[in-house]
């Protein structure tokens, strides 16, 4: 019997998990086909490695001892989706040659871990009549059509780790302590991380600001006899008056203007308006390292058994998901291109805001 050629790719920004996807996926498939009848194939740093055929035969000993480890043993590389179509100077045909290595590597399917633009070219490979499979990656929690995604709850964990911190700074200083969080379309990560660390001030893209609010509520806070105030502030943020405006409007007024981001602006306004010395702490791609989480590891390996259940039915063209707490798939095309907003009337917001939390709004 000729050995089953599972493919794996991880594309676009890393995330704690993708190596205990990788794992729980390939030891469900050896554990399934049985380990002499599955060679699986790493294709390396994401499409890039897709079009460009770097590719390789992986020896089953490289799935153990990854469980813990962060990043992604394959390497990845962000490959935008609006440009797979578009033949640019190189003259390569990026779908072309996508089909091509998939061909030359005698794949029988191809697993995609990653975020939206990850899923949108698995949708459209699966389109083009690959067996495609998706598994959703990222800490922004933003997929559509799943609860959650592996990478989140590390990420949640981190970032409340460094709010956590900057409160014994912050009330050694009496001063406001303003942290950006990871997240340029969806607020997840800083609402969740808000709540958890205890944050004053939470401002999320899908509430936008009303920066008088902030100031209002910061003052508030003072004049109760509160020291210090810890402000949590998504990366994509923007406020009311920006709402009005379409993002690359939004992006040209800033650069006009000279604004780095949102919270940069938002600390010199709140700095000026309650008069209380403000700092602003951006761990960025802190967010991104580090080992994953019990739950990430729980979640990544029940993902991955989900994903050789689907090579077992030979269902492809799906993207494994958690719906309503048990592990499911839905269709790619039924995702792909859709992202997952927090909603301002979900209980996470209500519970924030019935503890006082402002959203500025
Ligand atoms: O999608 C994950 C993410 O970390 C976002 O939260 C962030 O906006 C983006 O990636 C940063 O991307 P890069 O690592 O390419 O700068």
Redesign the pocket.
């Known amino acids: 019997m000729a050995k089953k050629r599972i493919g794996i790719l991880t594309s676009?920004?890393?995330?704690p998990g993708l190596n205990a996807t990788i794992r729980g996926v390939a030891k469900a498939c050896f554990e399934r086909f049985g380990s002499e009848n599955v060679q699986i194939v790493g294709i390396q740093n994401g499409y890039y490695g897709l079009i460009n055929n770097i590719a390789r035969d992986m020896d089953n000993s490289e799935f153990s001892g990854i469980l813990t480890q962060g990043g992604t043993i394959l390497g990845t590389k962000?490959q935008p989706f609006k440009m797979m179509s578009v033949i640019e100077e190189d003259n390569v045909d990026k779908v072309k040659a996508m089909k091509d290595t998939y061909k030359a590597q005698k794949l029988d399917c191809l697993l995609t871990l990653g975020?939206?633009g990850t899923h949108k070219t698995a949708n459209l490979l699966s389109e083009e009549g690959l067996n495609i499979i998706g598994l959703p990656k990222?800490?922004?929690n933003d997929i559509f059509g799943t609860d959650v995604t592996f990478g989140f709850h590390t990420a949640v964990d981190t970032a409340t780790d460094v709010i956590d911190r900057l409160h014994t700074t912050a009330a050694s200083h009496s001063r406001i302590l303003m942290v950006e969080i990871?997240?340029?379309k969806a607020g997840w990560?800083t609402l969740y991380s808000g709540i958890a660390g205890g944050a004053d001030v939470i401002i999320i893209p899908e509430i936008p600001y009303d920066t008088q609010k902030v100031i209002d509520s910061l003052s508030k806070r003072s004049a109760s006899g509160k020291t210090f105030s810890i402000v949590a502030v998504a990366?994509?943020a923007f406020d009311v008056e920006e709402a009005q405006l379409k993002k690359k409007e939004r992006a040209k007024r800033r650069l006009d203007a000279g604004i780095t981001t949102a919270t940069a602006r938002l600390a010199a306004q709140v700095q000026k308006g309650t008069g209380i010395e403000t700092r602003v702490c951006t761990p960025g791609?802190m967010?991104?390292g580090g080992s994953p989480s019990a739950y990430d590891r729980i979640l990544a390996t029940k993902f991955g058994v989900r994903a050789a259940d689907l090579i077992a039915k030979d269902k492809f063209g799906y993207s494994v998901a958690m719906i309503n707490g048990a592990i499911g798939e839905n269709k790619l095309k039924d995702v792909a291109g859709k992202t997952k907003f927090v909603d301002p009337e979900c209980s996470y917001v209500k519970t924030a805001k019935d503890i006082g939390v402002s959203f500025g709004d």
């Open positions: 676009g920004g890393d995330c962000r975020g939206n990222t800490i922004d990871m997240g340029n990560l990366e994509g791609h967010l991104r």
